[in-house]
């Protein structure tokens, strides 16, 4: 069974600083792998989207990368602001359903 | 664009009621899922639809059914509640099984007593 793990589960960091979050998956039979945020009491909404014949995708301030043989994604985003403040997820698509990390909870702090 | 809609989006049910999750989507998307969010547990697929009339099982299927009339809804069905399926429900769609964005609704908080 896929497992996927993200950490560190929680970050706190200033405003203006760069960061890194990570993904992991224990199979590399993946179609693609997807970011997404959530914010407390809200669904989640698609951030970005990387197929598995990629190695990475940027949107804006957010760049993530995949390495599918060594079964690891990470999602940078740069000059951090207060409301990039939620929880973020990854999960992977083995083509018949999406296996989602526990997420890390980033707190920017002004 | 409404997207992904989820009714109701509160229900508090009694140990052995049965009640359905709506969802609804106005994309045209073939691909319909249902997840629950426990702490600690991340999103753990119940079932899902690759399009009208076709319906399979996630990874935790068990005290809930599912159909799929239309193209557009998508509802679960708690048969028998229990206090182990009190958890946030979300609803999430996409345009085919592999390769595309998956969009979620707001989510259904769901409590059993």
């Known amino acids: 069974k896929q497992e996927v793990t993200q950490i560190p589960a929680a970050l706190s960091v200033p405003e203006g600083e760069n960061l890194v979050l990570n993904c992991s998956f224990t199979?590399?039979?993946?179609?693609?792998l997807q970011w997404f945020r959530q914010d407390p009491g809200k669904g989640l909404t698609s951030l970005l989207l990387?197929?598995?014949?990629?190695r990475e995708q940027t949107s804006g301030r957010l760049n993530a990368s995949l390495d599918k043989s060594s079964g690891r994604s990470t999602l940078y985003i740069a000059a951090s602001q207060p409301g990039d403040s939620a929880t973020y997820l990854c999960a992977v698509n083995t083509g018949n359903q999406f296996y989602f990390g526990t997420g890390t909870s980033l707190t920017v702090i002004p | 664009n409404a997207g992904v809609t989820q009714t109701p989006k509160f229900q508090v049910l009694k140990t052995g009621q049965s009640m359905t999750l709506q969802c609804a989507q106005d994309m045209n998307h073939e691909y319909m899922s249902w997840y629950r969010q426990d702490p600690g547990m991340g999103l753990r697929l119940i079932h899902y639809?690759?399009?009208?009339?076709?319906?399979d099982q996630g990874e935790v299927p068990n005290g809930y059914n599912v159909s799929r009339s239309t193209t557009e809804d998508f509802p679960l069905r708690l048969l028998s509640a229990a206090p182990s399926q009190t958890s946030v429900y979300f609803c999430?769609?996409?345009?085919?099984?592999?390769?595309?964005?998956?969009?979620f609704g707001e989510g259904s908080w769901l409590t059993v007593v």
């Open positions: 999430a769609s996409s345009y085919s099984q592999r390769g595309n964005t998956i969009y």
């Open positions: 639809s690759v399009g009208a009339g076709i319906t």
């Open positions: 990387i197929q598995s014949s990629q």
């Open positions: 199979d590399s039979a993946i179609y693609n």
